[in-house]
């Protein structure tokens, strides 16, 4: 019976067996549970294609999403101390760290870039909530001020995406101290006369709300994104109330004046395009490009120029070559005259 189980068996339930598919094929909606496959997610920028509902998106894939043609340049941003306080809970600030560079492949919570939106120059930062929450730590201090001296130097508009559960635990008062600072970073745009616009993704919440993520001049929200300083269950806990329905989302803070915009991911870049060429006073939009001139085909400005009519620089005659310039006209003879004979 050996060759029954050492040969037989094994064969028959690797033929039958059922073969395992990668995790990282599918995605389900956190919203209507519905399974998405992961190209179609991608190709429609990470938003639930039954239910609408916005997941979440990576620095990274917005800025391909957001800029001309997915070309941008990452912006240096200093390196702060790595553990300024020798923090520990459960375990150590630089392990925690560790991890979470590990598995998003990000060195820290923010990534800042320049480059083109619609052909408008523009500097763009962005949190990554995946990356320990998206909290704000130093680093990401050192971004928004770097975002800032950027944008002043080469005179761009900055456009910041906020994502995060608000300031980190594990660096104590020198996180809070960032709230001044951002503060400070985008008065510098003010007083240079530059455009600062927020796009306010789920969630955005803590110190962000209280600093630079409410200072902007237009502040745009991705749909039912949550918007707070406390969260509606510490809101609950704390008044013993049931809050209204949809309390905090978007939708609830535009109707209450909170919000300028609520746009969907698909529709985000051109209006962005179309808000920054508005605040720059540039002329709108281009929509497309207008064809080439066709070969062999001479401008009428060029025939203008060169001493003929626009009439006479197309003008052909039969059995001429279109384009070229008309053959001069023969003479004319005298009718019934003959020519004289040369002399010797």
Not at 65 to 87: C, H, I, Q, R, S
Request: hydrophobic share 40%; aromatic share 6%.
């Amino acid at each position: 019976m050996n060759w029954i189980t050492n040969y037989v068996r094994p064969r028959i339930n690797s033929i039958f067996s059922r073969r395992e598919t990668p995790e990282n094929l599918w995605s389900k909606c956190d919203e209507c549970g519905t399974m998405l496959f992961h190209r179609e997610l991608s190709d429609n920028l990470n938003v639930c294609t039954n239910c609408g509902h916005h997941m979440a998106m990576t620095p990274r894939a917005r800025f391909s999403a957001l800029f001309d043609n997915g070309t941008y340049t990452e912006v240096k941003v200093p390196e702060p101390l790595a553990d300024p306080l020798k923090f520990r809970d459960q375990k150590r600030y630089p392990d925690r760290m560790k991890a979470a560079r590990a598995a998003t492949s990000e060195s820290e919570a923010m990534l800042v870039a320049e480059g083109e939106m619609g052909r408008t120059p523009i500097v763009a930062a962005a949190q990554d909530f995946s990356f320990m929450g998206g909290s704000m730590g130093m680093y990401v201090g050192n971004a928004i001020v770097a975002a800032a001296e950027r944008a002043v130097k080469l005179r761009r508009p900055l456009i910041l995406f906020s994502a995060a559960g608000g300031a980190r635990m594990q660096e104590g008062i020198l996180s809070l101290m960032q709230m001044p600072r951002t503060t400070v970073a985008v008065q510098m745009l003010k007083e240079a006369g530059l455009p600062y616009i927020v796009v306010l993704t789920h969630p955005t919440t803590g110190g962000v709300t209280a600093s630079y993520a409410m200072l902007g001049d237009v502040h745009i929200a991705e749909p039912n994104a949550l918007i707070c300083f406390a969260g509606p269950r510490v809101i609950e806990q704390t008044i013993r109330e049931k809050l209204p329905e949809g309390f905090q989302r978007a939708e609830y803070l535009l109707d209450h004046g909170m919000l300028d915009r609520v746009t969907p991911r698909a529709q985000l870049r051109e209006e962005l395009i179309a808000i920054t060429r508005m605040l720059l006073r540039l002329s709108p939009p281009v929509s497309g490009d207008l064809p080439a001139p066709t070969a062999g085909m001479e401008p009428a400005a060029e025939a203008e120029t060169a001493g003929a009519t626009p009439a006479a620089a197309t003008a052909t005659t039969p059995g001429a070559t279109p384009g070229a310039a008309p053959a001069a006209e023969p003479a004319p003879k005298a009718v019934g005259s003959t020519a004289a004979p040369p002399k010797a």
